[in-house]
């Protein structure tokens, strides 16, 4: 019997169709040095449906990019479920004008072994260039045929706007906003942007969905995570601090046979119309984190879930 088709999303009002969950690749690869393991990790991604891939010029130091480059070649067309790749340039302080974007675009299509990328984006709103210079500068890279859909990153609603607005008068829809979002930091929620996104039809998609691994439950007073992996975000206070949360995903998650922590902290955010993109550094991680697709938590199960966040938040 054949395999049903695996659920698609359309990324803001453009073409392109994507799983509601991608895969963050901000670990892959290492300074310039691609990892051929991460190969069965992305093969297996597409086994499972999940077409879509977050990468980033900066990410290693080019190596996520020249990781993808290594698969992307066989699996773009050939495969049916065909890989859909974003990266981002960064604006490094040096990139004075907007005219930057083209050289920095063509070295990250010739890392990714691509002729041109599904999304192109900017990924902080930092100065000295405006965020309209930037805009016009994607819809040239679109117009050229180098870029299928332009996104944001790290923009509020009012420098979305800005995006939005310079990208329609080149008669292009900024297609996405990706953002930090997860049950820890609800800010998209409370500021607006998600209410604003779903109404200009932009796809917000959300970035740290896993609070770096504090939602999958695996650390615990007990259990901490080794000394190399502490850091700000990860410390004894915020891993105490969450337990409460962690009971309530558990529990949530045993009434979907047996869903994880981290599947269901995935699923919520898909409830709240948001597209994750979990980093997956190996292929246990990814096959776990897949398990967040193909089913849905019930609304008053989110709402248990606000409230638990709420609660741990307010602590
Ligand atoms: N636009 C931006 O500014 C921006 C910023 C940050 C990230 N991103 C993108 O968003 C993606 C995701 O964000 P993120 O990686 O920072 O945060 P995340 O998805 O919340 O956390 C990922 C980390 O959690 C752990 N993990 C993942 N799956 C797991 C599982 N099933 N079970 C247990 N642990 C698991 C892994 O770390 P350990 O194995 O070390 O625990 C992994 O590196 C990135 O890869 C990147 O593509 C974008």
Same mark, same amino acid.
């Given at each position: 019997?054949?395999?049903?088709?695996?659920?698609?999303?359309?990324l803001?009002?453009?073409?392109l169709?994507v799983?509601?969950?991608g895969v963050g690749t901000?670990?892959w690869?290492?300074?310039?040095?691609?990892? *051929?393991?991460?190969?069965?990790?992305f093969?297996?991604a597409l086994?499972?449906?999940i077409n879509f891939f977050d990468t980033a010029e900066?990410y290693?130091?080019?190596?996520s990019e020249?990781t993808l480059g290594?698969f992307l070649p066989?699996a773009r067309?050939?495969?049916?479920?065909s890989p859909v790749v974003e990266t981002k340039?960064?604006?490094?302080?040096?990139?004075?004008?907007?005219?930057?974007?083209?050289?920095?675009l063509?070295?990250s299509l010739?890392r990714l072994k691509m002729d041109d990328v599904d999304i192109y984006m900017?990924?902080?709103?930092?100065? *000295?260039?405006?965020?309209?210079?930037?805009?016009?500068?994607?819809?040239?890279?679109?117009?050229?045929?180098?870029v299928r859909a332009?996104g944001?990153?790290? &923009?509020?609603?009012?420098?979305?706007?800005?995006?939005?607005?310079?990208?329609?008068?080149?008669?292009?829809?900024?297609?996405v906003?990706?953002?930090? &979002?997860?049950?820890?930091?609800?800010?998209?929620?409370?500021?607006?942007?998600?209410?604003?996104?779903?109404?200009?039809? /932009?796809?917000?998609?959300? &970035?740290?969905?896993?609070?770096?691994?504090?939602?999958?439950?695996?650390?615990?007073?007990?259990?901490?995570?080794?000394?190399?992996?502490?850091?700000?975000?990860?410390?004894?206070?915020?891993?105490?601090?969450?337990?409460?949360? /962690?009971?309530?995903?558990?529990?949530?998650?045993?009434?979907?046979?047996?869903?994880?922590?981290?599947?269901?902290?995935?699923?919520?955010?898909?409830?709240?119309?948001?597209?994750?993109i979990?980093?997956?550094?190996?292929?246990?991680?990814?096959?776990?984190?897949?398990?967040?697709?193909?089913?849905?938590?019930?609304?008053?199960? /989110?709402?248990?879930?606000?409230?638990?966040?709420?609660? /741990?938040?307010?602590?």
């Amino acid at each position: 019997m054949d395999q049903p088709a695996p659920e698609r999303i359309r990324l803001g009002s453009s073409e392109l169709m994507v799983s509601p969950l991608g895969v963050g690749t901000n670990t892959w690869g290492f300074i310039l040095k691609a990892n *051929p393991a991460l190969k069965d990790t992305f093969e297996t991604a597409l086994s499972l449906g999940i077409n879509f891939f977050d990468t980033a010029e900066v990410y290693q130091f080019h190596g996520s990019e020249l990781t993808l480059g290594q698969f992307l070649p066989a699996a773009r067309g050939s495969h049916s479920n065909s890989p859909v790749v974003e990266t981002k340039i960064f604006p490094l302080p040096w990139r004075l004008s907007a005219k930057s974007l083209l050289p920095a675009l063509r070295a990250s299509l010739a890392r990714l072994k691509m002729d041109d990328v599904d999304i192109y984006m900017i990924h902080f709103p930092l100065p *000295p260039v405006s965020i309209e210079a930037w805009m016009d500068a994607f819809a040239g890279a679109v117009e050229q045929g180098l870029v299928r859909a332009v996104g944001v990153s790290n &923009y509020n609603a009012e420098q979305m706007k800005r995006a939005y607005s310079a990208l329609e008068k080149r008669g292009i829809r900024l297609a996405v906003n990706q953002v930090e &979002y997860n049950l820890l930091k609800r800010e998209p929620e409370q500021n607006g942007l998600l209410a604003l996104c779903q109404s200009l039809g /932009v796809t917000l998609i959300a &970035y740290h969905p896993l609070a770096s691994g504090l939602l999958t439950g695996k650390y615990t007073r007990e259990s901490p995570p080794p000394s190399g992996r502490r850091s700000l975000e990860i410390n004894r206070a915020a891993i105490v601090r969450v337990q409460p949360l /962690v009971a309530t995903l558990k529990q949530i998650g045993e009434a979907h046979a047996g869903k994880t922590p981290g599947q269901v902290a995935i699923n919520w955010l898909m409830c709240k119309g948001a597209l994750p993109i979990p980093g997956a550094k190996n292929l246990k991680q990814l096959q776990s984190n897949a398990g967040a697709l193909g089913w849905r938590l019930a609304p008053s199960e /989110v709402t248990s879930l606000d409230a638990a966040a709420d609660a /741990v938040c307010k602590r």
